[in-house]
């Protein structure tokens, strides 16, 4: 087990508090740890693709970074227009 | 163990500890606005670590790359952030802007 493996589990361990908040926080809570959610998921797929030497698998990492933020637009929207 | 080595486990260490702590202070506080703070703090571990692959692999396809989404996600994260907070405000009280009932606090502490 190398150390990027490792790296790649530790921050695996995080997904479990936003996860919490999203399913038991407030709407705005929740988008908020969505969006730390989305940002370890950015770097947990630079971690994996370091971890199993896979290089061409960084793209997901480099299409999810924007992808998050146009996410988090649409919902903040939604949640404008819900009251 | 060379000098490339340690840099790298120096930095990708810091940046897994950084997005630890976001992780926890997801939970830990407690109002939206505390919590918006954190996605910054998340960002600038995804930082550390992008540095931390591009002194092991160089400036390869890898390095570039996950440069390239930290940089990213520094860039944009605090769009988003400013987007929920927005619409936060909004969702609570129809109007982000600070209402007549409401008055800052400022604390004097000279």
């Given at each position: 087990?190398?150390?990027w ?41 630079m971690t994996?693709t370091v971890?199993?030497s896979?290089p061409?698998?960084i793209e997901?990492a480099v ?21 | 163990?060379?000098?490339r080595?340690?840099l790298t486990?120096?930095f990708l ?34 930082l550390?670590t992008a540095v931390a692959i591009v002194i092991e692999k160089s400036f390869s396809l890898v390095g570039d790359e996950a440069l390239l989404a930290a940089v ?39």
């Amino acid at each position: 087990m190398n150390v990027w493996l490792a790296a790649s589990l530790v921050l695996a361990v995080g997904f479990v508090p936003c996860l919490w908040v999203c399913l038991r926080g407030d709407l705005p809570s929740a988008l908020a740890a969505l969006s730390v959610a989305s940002v370890l998921t950015v770097v947990l797929l630079m971690t994996l693709t370091v971890a199993f030497s896979r290089p061409p698998f960084i793209e997901l990492a480099v299409v999810l970074a924007p992808m998050s933020m146009i996410g988090s637009l649409a919902f903040a929207r939604f949640l404008e227009r819900r009251r | 163990m060379s000098l490339r080595h340690i840099l790298t486990e120096v930095f990708l260490s810091l940046g897994v500890t950084l997005l630890l702590l976001a992780a926890v202070g997801v939970v830990v506080l407690r109002d939206v606005f505390d919590r918006l703070h954190l996605s910054g703090l998340a960002a600038v571990g995804a930082l550390c670590t992008a540095v931390a692959i591009v002194i092991e692999k160089s400036f390869s396809l890898v390095g570039d790359e996950a440069l390239l989404a930290a940089v990213v996600l520094v860039v944009v994260s605090p769009v988003a952030t400013h987007a929920i907070g927005r619409a936060a405000r909004i969702a609570d009280r129809e109007d982000w802007r600070i209402g007549d009932d409401e008055q800052i606090e400022i604390e004097d502490s000279g």
